[in-house]
């Protein structure tokens, strides 16, 4: 427990933006759209209305600000949720059956409860509700069944994945409606919750039984379905029953929002760039650019950059996210000044490097990397970047040494194997291209599995929504 | 003073930036020439996966009195929606720039949720026919002197129901018939259409991971006017394939043609022809299939040419936003390593999803440009990416002559500059003054016409007729020599995205105004040669 809650990652409630009905100015081209058919949770049945939705700028970061909500309006809610001590991705090891999600309520002062997403069923013993936000590895079977029983030899695809890698953050979003006669504040709290086994896979684990008539199970796939219905009375351990797992609570956060009547409220953003909230900017950031938002990554970052001008990360992110971009020229800019903040910055070559060589200036851009290399040798990203270079280059034979490189680090990074065959294959060596062709071919993904996901994805919208990169959760409590 | 001398800076510039000729400007004459087509998607509010994929359009003949008419392909509404009538659109070219609209004397008002075409005589009858790719079934248009007539069933090319895109004629076992190979996307119905997001609240219009594929298809003519499904037995059975676009070009030289196959989201597909019926697939030893991290990603329009003259076709492929434009060099020994980085063509075209596209010589110095049509797919990108716009300006690079491309688009009109959803795109001298203009589509939009003013270099047109080849020519390679410098063309079917450029080969000859000698070889074998063959007009050239 002590280990678990050692503050190895963090949770902030980050801030909140107004969701407004705007008229659209700009005539879509493909003609008139309803809004989305999102089907998670009481938003099922809403049919939205017609018009544009934009997102209105940020008030945040709470408890930096005063935030102000208005009875009646719509709010996206901003969780950052950031690894600290971890030196993995977070989690790590056996992400297909964890229970590992965020939890958000949200309550007035008469103690109602106005939000909420995460809850466990069953009062705190059945499973997570199925709308929450979950860090796990979704993976389906043949026939698209859930991979439920660590039952890892069925995996055939994969429905989403969603792991914080070290040292970084994952943004969620939450979309809350303040009802007309909330009494007092709102107050906030979100937590991170882990329990080691999901619910269903403890229950199958300690009493599951094959329903009667079922299909029976293959190597690709299960369609049979079980029941809990085993006898207890025999499993090992002292405990002769199915357990009821701890849920332990890894991190937490709240805030507090002001509620005040439609006249007085204040429909902008309200944002405060303090230097020590440099840090709760950039982990927004880094939550938004890991999602592909990179609009909204860049304008974070760029608050990081306001709240501490000196410290050159926030200039290498703004660049990073140009970069993913294809803004080559403003990444160039943003990189500039991390360089002039810090010469030897080992990230912010590496990513000067990415520009260049999109420019086609692969010398320089080599040089940048080996800057990079001189600091981290064993960093394959870098190596496979080099080895790149030089194959444009049709430097065959240097590209290869440097790709071994990346072997030595691991053997069975597809990356380098895609390009020795290349490389091998520029060389006229047929046999040792087909050599890496043979294990890149069995490192690959498999992409055409990826349609299994299809049906699944049709039959379970919450895990749809899941999957979307930038997503939001709306409350499951049901009224 | 002051003002004059800017005027001279200015001027100075802008020659400086269009080396060779600055007159050079594309005019978008769509409303003078009374191009009315309109793009109908059949969108009502579902985003359903087709409707941002469309339309193509093809030059065509089709009356055979040496003016390129225009046809477009043209969705329809979806089961249960009556909200307009749509069908395909063929205008006629009325050889003074402008054009009527002939859909329904030509037989053509049909309604089909068509995507993609292909122009080519398959009866070998002296009339170009057309075959239409579409969400559903698939048409065969036979074309009798300038009437069209639905000739799908007797074909034998009514089959199941499919989600077809780019399809292209090409006689892969050189026996003098055109077959013809389809590109399928994805096993889609509006019951399975999936529900995707790009900024977390609007439905927009998804990637095809979670679709399962469908194989291309080849249709080997019967030479009875059948033809019959040889997929399986060519080689070419993947139900893996999301294919978008399809590109014929002879990779290995071998005067055998392959097949390239630009994937959505799976690896792209190169099959080599063995010159005995069948193909053998080498896309991922060549380098052509994934991006350089070994993944594979989107691949919408592609073209096949030897850009460089070296000796082999090159082959550039669209890609998505945030992606450069691959072009894939051909190194001669069966591997191909992307040049986009080194020349132009890679900055520029990060910030734009391309579509349509191909390689021709807009300004007649002999060496191939590209043009591309871009536009992206869900105008939500807006909403996460601050650079990348949904409506984008076109591309065109110009050929500097030393492997590499420089960005003119900014020094061409204005025309240029105007951003639109393109999708389609096709070359034509539609004006008949020897030069190439270009045909734009856009998604749910108008097409766009642009003339190409103020060439002053001279070009060699070529139409070729065979006789023991298939009529038009497909597959026969054409080098032709001016001034001590020669440059190679193969005539191909196919190409750029669910579109297809004129029938004619075009060379630019500089300020020549003859090719000294010009050598075809015919896929039948037979080489003829020729020598002093003056430019003007279009040179018809009938296999001895």
């Not at chain 1, 809004?35 to 008030?59: K, N, S, Y």
């Not at chain 2, 002197?145 to 989600?163: C, H, M, Q, W, Y």
Request: aromatic content about 10%; some cysteine; proline content about 4%.
């Amino acid at each position: 427990m002590k280990f678990l809650q050692n503050n190895i990652v963090s949770v902030d409630i980050f801030g909140i933006s107004p969701v407004r009905e705007v008229k659209s100015s700009t005539a879509s081209l493909s003609g008139p759209q309803l809004a989305t058919t999102f089907a998670v949770g009481e938003e099922a049945d809403l049919q939205a209305a017609a018009g544009d939705v934009e997102v209105a700028p940020l008030m945040g970061p709470l408890n930096r600000v005063d935030a102000v909500v208005t009875p009646g309006e719509t709010y996206r809610v901003e969780v950052v949720v950031r690894t600290r001590k971890v030196g993995h991705f977070f989690p790590g090891g056996t992400v297909d059956a964890f229970d590992v999600w965020l939890e958000l309520q949200a309550s007035d002062d008469s103690g109602r409860v106005i939000f909420w997403s995460g809850m466990v069923e069953n009062g705190g013993k059945g499973p997570v509700e199925k709308s929450a936000h979950f860090y796990r590895s979704l993976q389906l079977d043949g026939n698209g069944n859930p991979i439920s029983k660590r039952n890892a030899w069925a995996t055939r695809s994969l429905a989403y994945v969603r792991l914080i890698p070290p040292g970084a953050a994952d943004t969620v979003h939450y979309r809350m409606t303040i009802p007309n006669d909330a009494v007092g504040r709102i107050n906030l709290k979100a937590r991170l919750h882990y329990r080691k086994f999901a619910w269903w896979n403890t229950q199958f684990a300690f009493a599951g039984e094959r329903a009667p008539g079922t299909a029976a199970v293959t190597k690709d796939y299960d369609n049979g379905s079980w029941v809990f219905s085993g006898d207890t009375s025999t499993v090992s351990g002292q405990i002769k029953s199915i357990p009821d797992l701890p849920i332990v609570t890894l991190a937490e956060s709240s805030a507090t929002l002001k509620v005040d009547q439609p006249a007085s409220t204040k429909a902008h953003g309200l944002t405060k760039v303090d230097f020590s909230d440099w840090e709760r900017w950039n982990d927004y950031g880094i939550g938004l650019l890991l999602q592909g938002d990179l609009k909204g990554a860049a304008a974070a970052f760029t608050r990081a950059t306001e709240a501490d001008p000196k410290n050159p990360d926030g200039f290498v992110n703004i660049g990073r996210a140009r970069v993913q971009e294809g803004d080559l020229d403003g990444a160039r800019a943003a990189l500039d000044k991390a360089l002039a903040l810090s010469p030897n910055l080992a990230r912010a070559h590496f990513f000067y490097s990415r520009v260049l060589r999109a420019e086609g200036r692969y010398e320089d851009a080599l040089a940048h990397l080996r800057e990079v290399i001189a600091q981290y040798p064993r960093d394959r990203v870098v190596r496979n970047d080099a080895g790149r270079i030089l194959f444009l280059q049709k430097k065959y034979a240097e590209a290869i040494r440097e790709l071994q490189n990346v072997l030595e680090i691991d053997p069975e990074d597809l990356q380098a194997h895609y390009n020795l065959m290349l490389c091998y294959n520029g060389l006229g060596e047929k046999d040792r291209a087909e050599e890496h062709e043979k294990r890149y071919l069995r490192f690959k993904a498999d992409e055409s599995a990826q349609a299994i996901t299809g049906p699944y994805r049709i039959s379970h919208p919450e895990d749809n929504n899941e999957r979307q990169a930038i997503h939001e959760h709306a409350s499951a409590v049901l009224k | 003073m002051k003002s004059l001398i800017a005027a001279l800076v200015l001027s100075a510039i802008s020659i400086l930036a269009q080396s060779g000729q600055p007159s050079i400007q594309f005019t978008d004459v769509t409303k003078s020439a009374g191009l009315t087509f309109v793009h109908y998607t059949g969108a009502f509010g579902k985003k359903y996966l087709p409707e941002t994929l469309g339309p193509g359009v093809a030059f065509i003949d089709y009356d055979g009195d040496g003016w390129q008419d225009l046809f477009f392909t043209n969705g329809k509404d979806w089961p249960g929606q009556h909200r307009r009538t749509a069908t395909l659109q063929l205008f006629r070219n009325n050889h003074n720039g402008t054009f009527t609209d002939v859909t329904r004397a030509a037989g053509l008002a049909v309604e089909v949720y068509a995507l993609g075409v292909a122009v080519g005589d398959y009866d070998n009858d002296g009339d170009d026919d057309l075959f239409v790719t579409a969400v559903g079934q698939n048409r065969l248009f036979r074309n009798t002197k300038g009437v069209f007539a639905d000739v799908t069933k007797e074909a034998g090319l009514a089959g199941p129901s499919e989600f077809s895109t780019s399809a292209a004629w090409l006689d892969f076992d050189r026996d003098g018939n055109l077959d013809l190979i389809v590109g399928n996307y994805v096993q889609w119905t509006p019951e399975t259409d999936l529900f995707c997001t790009l900024d977390g609240t609007r439905k927009s219009y998804c990637t095809p991971e979670s679709y399962k594929g469908a194989s291309v298809r080849l249709w080997r003519n019967r030479r009875d006017g059948t033809f019959e499904d040889v997929t399986r037995t060519a080689g070419l059975l993947d139900n893996t394939s999301k294919t978008l676009g399809i590109a014929v070009l002879d990779a290995n030289q071998d005067l055998w043609p392959d097949i390239l196959l630009a994937n959505d989201t799976q690896p792209n597909r190169l099959y080599i022809n063995n010159g005995k019926g069948g193909f053998a697939e080498r896309g991922i030893l060549s380098g052509i299939a994934f991006s350089e991290e070994g993944i594979a990603r989107a691949g919408m329009g592609v073209d096949a040419a030897d850009y460089d003259r070296s000796g082999y076709p090159s082959v550039m492929i669209t890609n998505f936003a945030n992606q450069m434009l691959a072009l894939y060099h051909n190194e001669g020994n069966g591997l191909f390593v992307d040049e986009a980085p080194r020349s132009a063509v890679g900055r520029a075209t990060l910030l734009t999803l391309g579509f349509g596209c191909f390689f021709f010589d807009y300004d007649l110095d002999g060496w191939l440009d590209i043009f591309v049509a871009n536009g992206h797919v869900d105008s939500d990108i807006e909403r996460i990416q601050s650079r990348i716009k949904y409506a984008q300006p076109p591309h065109v690079f110009r050929n500097t002559s030393k492997g590499a491309f420089e960005a003119v688009t900014q020094s061409l009109g204005a025309a240029l500059h105007q951003p639109r959803v393109g999708r389609g795109a096709a070359y034509g001298d539609f004006d008949n003054d020897g030069d190439l203009d270009v045909v734009m589509t856009t998604n749910g939009g108008p097409a766009v016409l642009l003339r190409n003013d103020g060439v002053s270099n001279h070009s060699l047109r070529i139409r070729l007729v065979g006789s023991r080849t298939n009529r038009n020519g497909f597959g026969a390679v054409v080098r032709v020599t001016a001034g001590g410098e020669t440059q190679t063309q193969m005539l191909r079917s196919g190409s750029s995205y669910l579109s297809q450029s004129e029938n004619i080969l075009t060379f630019g000859l500089g300020t020549r105004m003859q090719a000294d000698s010009l050598e075809i070889r015919w896929p039948s074998g037979a080489v003829d040669r020729m020598s002093n063959v003056k430019s003007g007009g279009v040179v018809t050239l009938t296999e001895r």
